[in-house]
């Protein structure tokens, strides 16, 4: 059972460019959440999702970013016109349920780098 | 304002030493507490958690204590392994369970186990 998937795992975008980042989730986990690491920062939560829906996305920027969870494919977190202060890196994390915060396993995270 | 608290930034024990990890928190709804275990190119890993009702929960080597009171929880390993060694992440929740249930880190705490 392979687990959370990310990629790229390291991306590098020139300032103004868009960056995309893929998660896949566990085999038959449905619940999505993206985490943003600032160097020398603990994980912030940006953004909760289900299959199509946006349950709480408190943490994220109000602008230029955005994620989707579609019925099928990978969750994508979208970063428009990218600053150097975007550079972190993100992990996404998926459950079964949503139920148990225990049971969120996270992927390796994308590391994004803005020149 | 950093709601959850990792004062120092690193630590360094003998193998088969006890290692004490501590964290603050200063929000008052947080009732759920769990530690995490990250190592380099990797994203975090779920170690042991607390629920607020309970003051002790032990998993192997592995006991976190958590004194309310305080707003104080501390993670110890024994006896320590080199293999221990990596960046430990302290994280709460307002709730166990359910939707909208994320997580908030601290900074985390880079502990080295000396062989």
């Known amino acids: 059972n392979a687990g959370v998937m990310q990629n790229p795992r390291h991306l590098v975008r020139r300032r103004g460019q868009e960056a995309r980042l893929r998660c896949s989730p566990m085999k038959g986990h449905s619940h999505v959440y993206w985490y943003r690491q600032l160097p020398e920062e603990g994980l912030k939560f940006m953004v909760y999702l289900q299959k199509e829906n946006i349950i709480d996305e408190s943490g994220m920027p109000k602008e230029r970013f955005s994620a989707e969870f579609p019925k099928e494919g990978p969750s994508i977190l979208r970063i428009q016109q990218v600053v150097r202060g975007d550079s972190a890196a993100y992990f996404c994390?998926?459950?079964?349920?949503?139920?148990?915060?225990?049971?969120?396993?996270f992927g390796p995270g994308t590391r994004l780098t803005v020149t | 304002d950093q709601q959850v608290k990792q004062n120092s930034p690193s630590l360094s024990v003998q193998e088969g030493r006890i290692s004490i990890l501590n964290c603050d928190y200063t929000n008052s709804m947080f009732d759920y507490f769990l530690w995490y275990k990250k190592y380099p190119a990797e994203g975090p890993t779920f170690l042991i958690s607390?629920?607020?009702?309970?003051d002790k929960n032990e998993d192997g080597r592995f006991t976190v204590f958590l004194n309310k009171s305080a707003k104080h929880l501390s993670l110890h390993i024994v006896p320590s392994q080199p293999g221990d060694s990596a960046v430990y992440f302290c994280?709460?929740?307002?709730?166990?369970?359910?939707?909208?249930?994320?997580?908030?880190f601290g900074k985390g705490i880079t502990l080295s186990v000396r062989p």
């Open positions: 607390i629920s607020s009702i309970k």
């Open positions: 994280a709460a929740s307002a709730r166990e369970t359910g939707a909208n249930s994320k997580l908030t």
């Open positions: 994390a998926s459950s079964l349920s949503g139920a148990l915060l225990s049971e969120q396993y």
